[in-house]
């Protein structure tokens, strides 16, 4: 096998759920590009049909199968079908998320709120494991399975929903006992922690000058993330390139989560600090002369 040969998803089967929009979209794209077999899964089945119709100009096969994750029977109904369409599912990709209480305060935020995002987030990403992962020991022959957790599950954030950012340290540490769990088995369990990224979730925030310019500042790479970049740490779970990889956390931030939280510089920043120190307090830029 040729390095490339071991980034291939030629030939196997993929769900994803949370398919009918935004990364799930993406996540779906860059799997059949790859030729995979696809089960788009979602609550929108109108939405999932549009998706269906973009990728059927790849070579796999694509399945379109509702699914409300926060609905352990409607999971397992996911999961049979999948199965009796394809014969088994080599990558599950848990995406489908929610942040319900996104705007409210921690202090503000109800029972049903605290839940809604909890059921999806968690439980409903469980579920999803537990029904694809059972079926991939059980047959021998192990699988991927690759949880969308978030920046916001490795620390804490002021002001970020408070169940959201809960929900995604739970999966991020839900990661590692399923990984360690199923590793005898063949099944590897990993997860991508996407930094800021343009979505259905956090466009109307991203409209919103102030808090669009607070997140780019935050980040070292000093933007947004393109969804696209998301595709690489897919790619490289989701094959054999990680065939010994499994229980950890890839995070695609822009460098954000290597920070302790302090903002990026400002530009009157550096110039105070060029006064001070000189040559020596002057960045090196891009064809500085």
Same mark, same amino acid.
């Given at each position: ?19 009918? *929009? ?72 848990? #995406? ?22 909890? #059921?999806?987030?968690?439980?409903? !990403? ?23 957790? *978030? ?7 002021? #002001? ?17 006992? !399923? ?19 343009? *979505? ?65 510089? *400002?530009?009157? !920043? ?14 090196? !830029?891009?064809?500085?002369?």
């Amino acid at each position: 096998m040729t390095a490339l040969e071991r980034f291939s998803v030629a030939g196997r089967t993929a769900i994803v759920t949370g398919a009918s *929009s935004g990364l799930g979209v993406t996540f779906a794209h860059a799997l059949a590009e790859g030729g995979a077999n696809v089960v788009l899964a979602a609550r929108r089945v109108d939405k999932l049909e549009e998706v269906k119709r973009q990728l059927q100009r790849f070579e796999g096969e694509v399945m379109v199968q509702p699914c409300d994750v926060s609905d352990s029977a409607s999971v397992a109904e996911m999961a049979r079908a999948a199965w009796e369409r394809f014969g088994r599912v080599d990558i599950l990709l848990n #995406n489908a998320g929610t942040a319900a209480e996104a705007g409210i305060m921690p202090e503000r935020t109800t029972d049903d709120l605290f839940m809604a995002t909890i #059921n999806t987030n968690l439980a409903g !990403l469980f579920w999803c494991c537990r029904e694809v992962g059972a079926r991939q020991l059980a047959d021998g022959k192990g699988g991927s399975i690759i949880n969308v957790a *978030s920046i916001m599950g490795l620390a804490g954030a002021h #002001n970020i929903p408070v169940a959201y950012q809960a929900s995604k340290a739970g999966v991020i540490n839900l990661t590692r006992n !399923l990984a360690a769990s199923w590793a005898d088995r063949g099944v590897r369990v990993n997860a991508i922690a996407p930094g800021w990224f343009p *979505s259905e979730m956090t466009n109307d925030w991203f409209a919103v000058p102030e808090f669009l310019q607070r997140v780019v500042d935050a980040a070292p790479m000093a933007r947004l993330g393109d969804p696209e970049e998301l595709t690489g740490a897919l790619l490289f779970l989701a094959s054999d390139a990680s065939s010994f990889v499994t229980g950890q956390t890839i995070a695609v931030d822009g460098g954000l989560s290597a920070t302790s939280g302090a903002s990026s510089w *400002s530009d009157a !920043l550096f110039t105070v600090v060029e006064g001070l120190m000189g040559e020596g307090g002057t960045r090196i !830029l891009p064809n500085a002369k």
